[in-house]
């Protein structure tokens, strides 16, 4: 019993605490254009205070590095739950401080490896996870149950006759017959005993036969059951591996293409590259790339952390008359060393990655853009600046022996532009920026205004709809900074309208397209919008109409980056951003 509610709260802790472990979020999947899937897995750690994303080509490069980690992190938190006393929990927070930090002061080292192979390095050749089905231990073996030995036959000693008796002929009649009798007798009572103990042994020959053959049953049960199992496994096994197959095969598709200089593999390439460079804990590498075909040129927009992200823990200390810990933290001036130092190396270390991956020598420069999104203390508003900007030419930077430099000095050295300063955020201008202009974008101008309560949307000029449907989305997207734009009368590539998200982390590409229509759309349309996707390298694709769509249409969309908006959820858009107006198919049709 508890003697107070105190003590009772500090156990309940106590037990949560124990039970903390990693939480580890559902497998993400993305895609490219050209179909190559990457994946990623957010992982949290509520105790140490970590979070991690894992990025990777493929389910179990994801699951097995995710594993990996969380595994490490409930064994520190174990060990930290396990200390015996302060002093010893102290020894334990000081290393693994001293570690973080070491980390952070060269991430520039782990990458300065050998790039050979490297399509079959991305490529996943991890075996089947599970093990085989082990083969159900046997029950012991039934005991027959012993048959009895069968009876023996008494045999009575030989008759000898008296010598008188046998002077007298009746009495030696007598004493023959008597004897006779008695022999009679004896093989009776043998031949009953005989005939009971056989009764006996078919009797226990056939429980024991039962009791085999039960025996057998449940041996023939448990190997059906493990050849089920088994085979169920090798189904599975098959199917992994057909599985990692084609998508490996992609990569050898990747490869030929890439080395055939095609623009989208190419980029292709150097997210996946990208996407699986391994950072500390408390770094999610995270960016958006461009490869500008014309100028051999790979642009990337990467979101570099904010500085309150960076661990300022030095070491712990216990001190004995207190009996309390003590943190020891960088100083401030520190902390701003290792946050300039730590920009400088993700921007180094990222063109390396990119430069020393590329075989084919596809990329003749490439431009860093470092944006950092964190608050603003003057005005508590969240920003994203850029702070930093650097274009290097490959046979510059290949010239230079990463493992020597300083980075801030190898910075300038290269012309990048940045701040003094760049933990201030001090924002700058990108040397070049990811480029939104289409030739196919035309003025846009306003319609909604226009609309009265009794408008039908079904009569409406397409041109009109077309440029409704970008202001409506242009007021959906305008509190997240987005840009929407409408294409050219001839709707080239059967595009409508484009929705840009300036986000370089989570933003990206929309395309839309209006159909006027007065039937339900069919497949056709919405296999046709989900090609535009893949060509345009969009994010995900908007199917807006008057009317509705038909349930082979939604079939198709299931599982697929494609939103199909009927006329219902126009109106309803209509309604929330305080317009008014009406769709009477009927109408248009008499």
């Avoid at 070049?432 to 101008?445: A, C, E, P």
């Avoid at 370089?504 to 839309?512: D, E, F, L």
Wanted: charged content about 30%.
């Amino acid at each position: 019993m508890f003697r107070t509610t105190e003590e009772r709260k500090t156990k309940e802790t106590n037990n949560d605490l124990k039970l903390m472990k990693t939480h580890v979020g559902d497998l993400k999947r993305g895609f490219s254009r050209r179909g190559i899937f990457s994946y990623s897995l957010e992982l949290s750690h509520n105790g140490l205070k970590k979070h991690k994303v894992i990025h990777g080509p493929s389910p179990a490069f994801v699951q097995e590095k995710a594993g990996l980690l969380a595994k490490e992190w409930d064994t520190r938190w174990i060990e930290i739950l396990e200390a015996w006393d302060l002093e010893e929990t102290a020894l334990i927070r000081s290393k693994e401080a001293k570690k973080a930090l070491d980390l952070l002061k060269n991430i520039i080292s782990p990458v300065l490896n050998d790039y050979s192979d490297i399509f079959e390095k991305l490529k996943d050749l991890t075996p089947f996870p599970k093990a085989p089905p082990v083969l159900s231990a046997f029950p012991p073996k039934p005991i027959p149950k012993p048959i009895p030995y069968p009876p023996v036959r008494k045999e009575l000693p030989i008759h000898k006759i008296d010598a008188l008796i046998d002077l007298i002929p009746w009495l030696r009649r007598k004493a023959i017959a008597d004897y006779e009798k008695k022999v009679a007798i004896q093989a009776d009572r043998f031949k009953e005993e005989y005939s009971a103990w056989e009764k006996t042994k078919l009797h226990v020959e056939e429980q024991n036969r039962i009791k085999q053959n039960e025996y057998n049953l449940i041996l023939e049960k448990i190997d059906n059951n493990h050849k089920r199992k088994l085979n169920i496994w090798e189904i599975r096994k098959n199917e992994y591996f057909e599985n990692q197959q084609k998508n490996n095969e992609k990569f050898d598709l990747l490869k030929e293409s890439y080395l055939g200089l095609d623009p989208e593999a190419i980029h292709d390439f150097f997210v996946l590259i990208l996407e699986c460079s391994e950072y500390p804990d408390c770094l999610n590498n995270q960016f958006k790339v461009e490869y500008l075909s014309e100028i051999k040129t790979i642009l990337i927009d990467y979101s570099l952390p904010s500085p309150e992200t960076i661990p300022t823990l030095k070491e712990v200390r216990y001190v004995k008359s207190r009996n309390e810990l003590i943190e020891r933290h960088i100083s401030q001036a520190e902390h701003e060393k290792l946050y300039d130092n730590l920009l400088y190396q993700i921007a180094l270390r990222t063109i390396y990655e990119v430069l020393k991956a590329d075989i084919a020598e596809a990329v003749e420069a490439v431009i860093f853009n470092g944006w950092v999104r964190s608050i603003d203390r003057s005005t508590g508003k969240e920003i994203n600046p850029c702070v930093m900007s650097l274009q290097c030419k490959r046979s510059d930077f290949l010239s230079l022996n990463l493992a020597n430099i300083d980075p801030k000095s190898c910075f300038k050295f290269l012309k990048g532009i940045g701040s003094s300063k760049l933990f201030q955020l001090a924002a700058i201008a990108p040397i070049l920026q990811s480029q939104q202009t289409d030739k196919r974008f035309v003025q846009s101008y306003a319609v909604v205004d226009t609309l009265e309560d009794s408008y039908n949307l079904a009569t409406m000029d397409w041109e009109d709809f077309e440029h409704l449907i970008r202001e409506l989305f242009e007021k959906e997207f305008v509190n997240k900074g987005c840009e929407v734009k409408v294409t050219r009368a001839s709707r080239d590539g059967g595009v409508d309208a484009i929705i840009f998200d300036p986000d370089p982390i989570h933003g990206g590409k929309i395309v839309i397209q209006a159909k006027r229509y007065t039937n339900p759309v069919g497949v056709s349309a919405v296999r046709d919008l989900y090609g535009t996707v893949l060509n345009e390298g969009a994010n995900k694709g908007i199917l807006v109409t008057t009317s509705d769509f038909g349930p082979d249409s939604y079939s198709f969309a299931n599982g697929k980056p494609i939103v199909l908006f009927n006329g219902g959820n126009l109106l309803m858009l209509l309604e929330k951003h305080g317009h008014k107006a009406k769709i009477d198919l009927k109408e248009i049709k008499f």
